[in-house]
């Protein structure tokens, strides 16, 4: 018998067959056409690995080794302390790559009945920008178009994107597009993968973009090519911004961007020449200082020619984990509550009466990077590994030893986390369990379970639900399988008006996705009208100085996925591209004496790493690039974060590079 499921790893989401031996990608699943790439296909081979948790482990303190505990065991010490707690001492660091279902009992548990908001998740350190932007300029967390938009589409701008790395499948559909015409330009000061199959790259100075599409934004207004009728009936603020673009300085701004004039005309003539835009993004924009504001640059540039709500236009937010979408719609984000509600009075009325609680808490909560400056009695960590992810590791490290009680749910055992914790409870992985997750544009599916589950493992909202029933919850928390927590969800999406996911079928999800929103098509503000915002480049980021020349930039490899719990494994063959090194110019590598699989050093002013050089001229000078592969990377990075999103700067610390002899 053959089951139908869907691939656990990126936003792309792409639909999977297995056949009780081995799994190939479901040739009918619109996504995907059958296509997997290696991580897609390996999946069932990481839940094999030597390195999976087993059993419940605890331990009085981090110098001691763990001993082997049990549930029952854990799941006390955890109730306990969290009522020996007050709640704003009480932190869940959750994940998008959580399930739905997992989601849901984790928020509702979190911010529902022990009454702290402080729920948040990694996708704060990759998605927040984005929700932010959306939510200012078109009123709601909502991507206003679909992947196949571009097979109608003339132009597609990948900014900040690596998609040839980072979202595989989606990146064969790019190659299939332009086949039948679409233009592709690529902007990020490495010439990737990505940017040599396109019809033009950009190399952008690391932190141009604002500048780069207020570039845009500018010649649109003042050549007066942006869509009047459009701007007039859909969009506020228009006076405002066109008053502002007056008074910016054209030259200056195109310095920022690093490009030269002729460059941008290029860039220009096939912008103005193309009938239908889409702009995709990824952290090459959310993940900065001013992250919020470079989607904004970005948005405004669709506002402005009304390429939105339409076949083939419109900013295009490429979300990186498999259900960070689906943990959005939840509300596993600190900043909001529930089903994209808010923390306003009657939000909270209206959740509370659905779950029949009077626990909530009227103020958001911490996020994901502040939960460890907070001083907290207990740290829930699930389905990640801040350790590893968070910026500026040695202090993480610091801060993550004062909380009395860390615990990690993991599916396996060798997180960088797991040097932190007390308590190690283990969850079950793709393939031994089922529920729904949420790709990057609003395709609702479902993993099934393919194989058992392992004897002491738990799916994730399972143990949630301990937690919830040992601190007396029982009632509240008394699911049998996850289809009852979809039923519940989908009632609760009624709560806000947008969301239709209540129309969606639990049994049918796995061969026949459901789409949310797509009767969407105007904005979601008030007044139904979109805002734009006039943004600008304050150089916010780390400065580079005489010592630190250099701008790191940090990112994916095609084959592995973050820390490489899943496919970082002895018994896969997938280290096909290499997984540890730095990047730099030929011409920075020449005056430094570096040459290619020398040893050399990378420091900041936080840590260091000790890595391999390959030298290229598919980077800008005076820039690294470390993928994040290498799990010390984070020693090196800044812990500025974007004052809005609270996103940290990944991608722009200083730091200098030499040669070890
Ligand atoms: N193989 C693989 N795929 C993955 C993942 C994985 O771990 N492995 N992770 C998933 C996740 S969670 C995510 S969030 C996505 C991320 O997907 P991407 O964001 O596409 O991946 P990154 O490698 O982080 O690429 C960001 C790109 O931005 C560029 N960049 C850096 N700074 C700037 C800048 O200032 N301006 C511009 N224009 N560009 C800049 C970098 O050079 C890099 O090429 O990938 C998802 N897919
Ligand atoms: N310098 C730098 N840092 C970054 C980034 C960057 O670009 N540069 N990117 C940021 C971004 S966008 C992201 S998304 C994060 C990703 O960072 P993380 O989320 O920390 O990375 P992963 O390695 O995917 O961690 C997932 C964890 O879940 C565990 N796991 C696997 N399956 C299951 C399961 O079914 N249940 C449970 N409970 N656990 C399971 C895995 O073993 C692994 O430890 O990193 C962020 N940090
Ligand atoms: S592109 Fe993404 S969803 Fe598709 S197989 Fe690869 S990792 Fe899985
Ligand atoms: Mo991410």
Redesign the pocket.
């Known amino acids: 018998m053959i089951i139908k499921s869907v691939c656990?790893y990126c936003g792309v989401g792409c639909g999977l067959e297995y056949d009780r031996k081995k799994l190939i990608g479901d040739i009918s699943y619109p996504t995907n056409e059958g296509k997997l790439c290696s991580k897609g296909i390996s999946e069932l081979i990481s839940i094999q690995s030597s390195t999976r948790?087993l059993r419940p482990l605890y331990r009085d303190s981090i110098s001691v080794e763990y001993k082997t505990s049990n549930w029952d065991e854990a799941v006390t010490k955890i109730a306990n302390k969290i009522k020996d707690s007050s709640k704003e001492k009480i932190g869940f660091y959750l994940?998008?790559?959580?399930l739905t279902e997992?989601y849901y009992v984790a928020n509702k548990l979190g911010k529902g009945f022990i009454g702290t908001n402080n729920v948040d998740t990694?996708?704060r350190?990759?998605?927040s920008s984005a929700v932010v932007a959306y939510k200012k300029s078109i009123g709601a967390d909502f991507v206003p178009l679909r992947m196949d938009d571009i097979f109608c589409s003339d132009l597609l701008i990948l900014v900040g994107a690596n998609t040839a790395e980072a979202h595989v499948v989606f990146h064969n559909q790019i190659k299939k597009a332009k086949k039948h015409g679409l233009k592709v330009v690529v902007i990020d000061p490495r010439c990737t993968d990505t940017a040599k199959s396109a019809d033009l790259y950009l190399p952008i100075k690391a932190g141009g973009d604002i500048d780069f599409f207020n570039l845009i934004s500018k010649r649109l207004i003042d050549e007066e090519l942006y869509n009047k009728e459009f701007v007039n009936k859909h969009v506020n603020n228009f006076e405002l911004l066109k008053n502002k673009f007056k008074r910016v300085a054209v030259t200056k701004m195109l310095k920022r961007t690093g490009l030269t004039k002729e460059q941008f005309e290029e860039f220009w003539q096939l912008y103005i020449s193309s009938e239908n835009i889409i702009s995709a993004w990824t952290?090459g924009l959310?993940?900065s200082v001013q992250g919020v504001d470079k989607n904004l640059a970005l948005i405004n540039t669709h506002l402005l020619s009304g390429k939105i709500f339409k076949k083939g236009n419109g900013p295009l937010s490429l979300t990186?984990?498999p259900n960070?979408m689906g943990g959005r719609e939840v509300g596993g984000l600190s900043t909001s509550l529930a089903v994209h509600l808010d923390f306003d009075a009657k939000s909270i009325k209206k959740v509370s009466k659905f779950w029949k609680t009077d626990n909530i808490d009227s103020n958001p909560g911490l996020t994901a990077t502040q939960m460890l400056e907070a001083d907290l009695d207990i740290l829930i960590i699930?389905?990640?590994?801040?350790v590893?992810?968070?910026?500026n590791r040695h202090k993480v490290e610091r801060l993550i030893k004062k909380i009395a009680l860390v615990v990690e749910?993991?599916?396996?055992d060798?997180?960088?986390?797991?040097k932190f914790a007390h308590i190690k409870?283990p969850?079950?992985?793709?393939g031994?369990?089922e529920g729904t997750q949420t790709n990057l544009d609003r395709s609702i599916t479902k993993q099934e379970k393919l194989t058992r589950t392992s004897i002491d493992c738990k799916?994730?909202w399972e143990?949630f639900q301990l937690i919830a029933k040992k601190l007396g919850f029982e009632k509240e928390f008394d699911y049998k399988h996850p289809k009852e927590i979809f039923l519940e969800y989908q009632e609760m999406t009624k709560l806000n008006k947008y969301m239709d996911i209540h129309n969606a079928d639990y049994d049918k999800l796995s061969f026949k996705p459901f789409v949310w929103g797509q009767d969407i098509n105007g904005f979601l503000t008030k007044d139904k009208k979109a805002n734009l915002h006039f943004v600008e480049n304050k150089l916010l980021s780390e400065k580079t100085n005489l010592e630190y020349q250099f701008v790191l930039l940090?990112?994916?490899t095609r084959d592995q996925?973050?820390?490489?719990?899943?496919t970082n494994l002895p018994q896969t063959l997938l280290k096909y591209k290499e997984l540890d090194f730095v990047e730099i110019n030929n011409e920075d590598a020449k005056e430094l004496g570096i040459r290619t699989d020398d040893i050399v050093t990378v420091l900041s002013l936080r840590g260091q790493i000790t890595t391999k050089a390959v030298v290229t001229n598919a980077i800008n000078r005076k820039t690294l690039f470390?993928p994040?592969s290498n799990r010390e990377?984070?020693y090196?990075?800044n812990d500025l974060l974007d004052k809005e999103s609270f996103e940290?700067d990944?991608?722009h610390s200083a730091v200098k590079i030499y040669k070890q002899v």
């Open positions: 656990g948790l994940s998008g790559q959580l997992d990694n996708s350190t990759c998605m952290m959310n993940q990186g984990q960070a699930c389905h990640t590994d801040p590893y992810h968070l910026p749910i993991n599916a396996y060798n997180s960088e986390t797991s409870l969850a079950a992985p793709w031994e369990k799916a994730d143990i940090t990112g994916r996925w973050h820390s490489g719990t899943k470390i994040i990377i984070n090196l990075t940290p990944y991608n």
